[in-house]
C-alpha cells in the first residue's frame, strides 16, 4: 500500500509540473509567436536609385489606417511608362518591404506599378500583434482600394511564405483582386504550427500533435483571451474555397520549412480557380532565383491571361 501510495502522490506531483509547464509553455509560445522582433529597413538607398535610373521610377512613402487604427506603410513605385496595373508585393514573416523590393524590376519592367507594404507588425507598420492573415486580410483589401485609386486598371497579388498565406486569405475578402500569385503558403495554421515547431526543437510534428498539444491549445486560448485572436482562424485553406480570383500556387519539392502538401492541399481544395506550379529541386520561396526566367514567365503570363476581368471592373 505504501508503494502504491508513493507512487499515485508522484504521478500527481509529475501531473502537476506537466500542467504548469504547459501554461507557461503556451503562453511564452504565443508572446513570441504574434509579437516579432521588427526587422529594420536599413539603407534602401541602392533600391531608389536601380528604380530611377532603370524605371525613371521614384519610391513614394505611402500611409494608411487599419480598421483598428494601425498606421500601416509602404512604397508606391510607378514606372515612367505605365500600362494601367498594378501589382501588390507581400513578404514573408520577420522580414519587410525590403524583402519584397527585388520582385518589383520585373513588374516595372513592364509598365505595372507596384505597391510594397510593411505587413503590420512588420518594417515601419504599427499594429500590436501579427495575425498571420486574421486581421491582414483586410489590410490588403484597404491596399486595394487605395492602390486602385491611383491604377484605376487590374491589380494583382504576389505573396511568399506568409504573405502568400495572407495573400490567399484576401483574396477571400477582396474580389477586386484579378488575379494572384502565392509562393509556400501553408494550408492552416494549426498543421504548420505541429510541422514548423516540430523541425524547429527537433521533436517532430507527431509530439507536437500529442504530448505538446497542450502547450499548443493554451497559447491559441491564450491569445484569444488577451488579444481577441484565434490563431487557427488563419486558414488559407478555407479563404480558396470561399475565393474566385484566379490563383498560381507554387511549391518548392525540397521545401522544409512549407512543405509542398500544403500547397497540394490547397489546390485540392479549390474551386477550379487555381493553378499549381511545383519546381523540382525548389526550397522554400526560392523559385525567381532557383528557376528565374520560367519564375518571370509563369507570373507574368498568368496575370497576363487574367487581366481580362479588367473589363468588369471598369462597368
Known amino acids: 500500500m505504501l508503494k502504491r501510495s508513493a507512487a499515485a502522490r508522484a504521478l500527481k506531483s509529475l501531473a502537476i509540473l506537466y500542467g504548469a509547464a504547459c501554461v507557461v509553455g503556451g503562453v511564452v509560445l504565443a508572446e513570441v509567436s504574434i509579437r516579432l522582433d521588427k526587422l529594420p529597413l536599413g539603407d534602401y538607398s541602392l533600391d531608389r536609385e536601380r528604380f530611377r535610373r532603370k524605371f525613371q521610377a521614384s519610391l513614394e512613402d505611402v500611409t494608411i489606417n487599419a480598421a483598428d487604427g494601425a498606421v500601416l506603410r509602404g512604397w508606391f513605385i510607378e514606372p515612367a511608362n505605365p500600362n494601367g496595373k498594378s501589382v501588390i508585393l507581400l513578404h514573408g514573416i520577420t522580414s519587410n518591404r525590403t524583402g519584397s523590393t527585388p520582385y518589383a524590376d520585373m513588374f516595372l519592367d513592364r509598365g505595372y506599378a507596384v505597391l510594397v ?41 504576389l505573396g511568399e511564405s506568409m504573405g502568400a498565406a495572407i495573400g490567399l486569405q484576401a483574396a477571400a475578402v477582396t474580389p477586386d483582386l484579378c488575379a494572384i500569385v502565392v509562393e509556400a503558403p501553408y494550408a492552416n495554421f494549426r498543421q504548420i504550427s505541429y510541422e514548423r515547431l516540430g523541425r524547429r526543437t527537433s521533436t517532430g510534428a507527431l509530439f507536437w500533435q500529442t504530448l505538446g498539444r497542450p502547450i499548443l491549445e493554451i497559447a491559441f486560448v491564450y491569445t484569444r483571451l488577451r488579444y481577441g485572436v484565434y490563431l487557427p482562424d488563419s486558414d488559407p485553406l478555407e479563404a480558396v474555397e470561399h475565393s474566385t480570383v484566379p490563383t498560381l500556387l507554387i511549391a518548392g519539392v525540397n521545401d522544409k520549412d512549407i512543405p509542398m502538401h500544403h500547397s497540394e492541399e490547397l489546390q485540392a481544395a479549390c474551386t477550379g480557380h487555381c493553378n499549381l506550379w511545383i519546381v523540382p529541386g525548389g526550397e522554400h520561396a526560392d523559385a525567381s532565383t532557383f528557376a528565374h526566367d520560367e519564375f518571370e514567365k509563369r507570373v507574368l503570363d498568368f496575370f497576363d491571361a487574367h487581366a481580362i476581368h479588367d473589363v468588369h471592373h471598369a462597368l
Do not use: M, N, Y
Open 117 to 157: 507594404p510593411d505587413s503590420r507588425e512588420h518594417g515601419e507598420s504599427g499594429g500590436d500583434i501579427s495575425t498571420f492573415g486574421i486581421l491582414e486580410r483586410h489590410d490588403v483589401s484597404l491596399w486595394v482600394a487605395w492602390l486602385r485609386q491611383r491604377v484605376p486598371g487590374c491589380t494583382f497579388l
